[in-house]
């Protein structure tokens, strides 16, 4: 049973810092690509960003390029996104996905697995 847990939210001021940790159970972690996905109030969920199942490349939303930075852990099967100069627009719950097996995707359909959320508020 593939299991995901996101932890790391909360409540920041704009220009301020986050670090989000996803941990996975229940498959091979470094056999797929990871991603993460937001969905702001009265948004659709949105790409963020997702990194290669080597961790050797990664593929960023324009809204985060060069203030969001995605790595992983494969020997401890985490998934982390180092959040910086965060915005106002920044604030949604944000969910780790496990995408497809060897392949990359920022389709959120390609990703069948996911984690309950972690709020991320952004105060101006």
């Known amino acids: 049973q593939v299991v995901l847990v996101e932890s790391g939210g909360g409540l920041v001021q704009a220009g301020g810092s986050l670090r989000l940790s996803c941990t996975a159970s229940g498959y091979v972690f470094g056999s797929y690509t990871m991603g993460w996905f937001r969905r702001a109030p009265g948004k659709e969920r949105e790409f963020v960003t997702s990194?290669?199942?080597?961790?050797?490349?990664?593929d960023y939303a324009d809204a985060v390029k060069g203030r969001f930075t995605i790595s992983r852990d494969n020997s401890n099967n985490l998934l982390y996104l180092q959040m910086k100069n965060l915005k106002p627009e920044d604030t949604a719950v944000y969910y780790c996905?496990?995408?497809?097996?060897?392949?990359?995707?920022?389709?959120?359909?390609?990703?069948?697995?996911w984690g309950q959320g972690t709020q991320v508020t952004v105060s101006s």
């Open positions: 990194i290669k199942w080597t961790g050797t490349w990664a």
């Open positions: 996905a496990r995408g497809p097996f060897h392949a990359n995707s920022r389709s959120a359909h390609e990703f069948d697995s």
